[in-house]
């Protein structure tokens, strides 16, 4: 059975921290490995991943695959309070399926 | 905009009542999701579609769910009978081959 594994469950920070979001994972047949931000209503896509070694970047967010250790991170620098969400991790596979971790709660305290 | 959009919004109805859950997924992609979250379980995959033939829909209770995509242009998830533990926060997602854009969702409360 295809698993994601995000760590931590939950984080505080104070503004202009920089956290780093973890994501490991065992399924079959990898494709691709996809960050989203759930604020209050539905995920939004973040990065999408699948060569090993290659950062993605996005202003003050960025995200990194291994995929021999089978793990991704998510970092953000310089935390606002507008990055409190719950940030999900999912991989995807050659047979089309999507799994998603239960994802971590990131709070910015001002 | 290309966005997938998800009806109804928000549905309260009463246990034993058939649900019907209606997704327009961003026009050409190939791939859509159903999803249904909860705070105890997180995100689950119900089902999915690849260039509208069910791929897999081994997460959904099929003594009643069910679900359909009977054009490039509508999603359907249906729920007969409802159950109060079918409350949750139902997605909507599309993409090309992986899960790419999600719908604004349907929250169903069943009383």
């Known amino acids: 059975e295809d698993k994601v594994v995000q760590s931590p469950l939950s984080l505080v920070v104070h503004e202009g921290d920089t956290v780093t979001l973890n994501c490991s994972y065992e399924v079959t047949n990898f494709r691709s490995l996809l960050w989203y931000k759930q604020e209050k209503k539905a995920p939004t896509f973040l990065f999408m991943l699948t060569s090993s070694g290659i950062e993605k970047k996005s202003g003050r967010l960025s995200s990194i695959l291994d995929k021999k250790e089978l793990f991704s991170i998510l970092n953000i620098t310089a935390t606002q309070t507008g990055d409190s969400a719950v940030y999900l991790c999912?991989?995807?596979?050659?047979?089309?399926?999507?799994?998603f971790g239960d994802g971590t709660t990131l709070t910015v305290k001002p | 905009d290309a966005r997938v959009t998800q009806t109804p919004r928000d549905k309260v109805t009463e246990m034993g009542q058939e649900v019907t859950m209606r997704c327009q997924p961003i026009?050409?992609?190939?791939?859509v999701f159903w999803y249904r979250q909860t705070m105890m379980q997180g995100l689950e995959l119900l089902a999915y579609?690849?260039?509208?033939?069910?791929?897999?829909d081994s997460g959904m209770p099929k003594d009643r769910f069910s679900a359909e995509m009977p054009d490039a242009t509508l999603a359907t998830l249906k729920i007969q009978p409802s159950e109060p533990r079918d409350s949750a926060v139902y997605f909507c997602a599309s993409g090309f081959g992986a899960v790419g854009f999600f719908g604004q969702g349907t929250r169903l409360t069943v009383v």
């Open positions: 999912a991989v995807d596979t050659n047979a089309g399926k999507s799994t």
């Open positions: 579609f690849r260039n509208r033939a069910p791929l897999d």
């Open positions: 026009l050409g992609h190939n791939t």
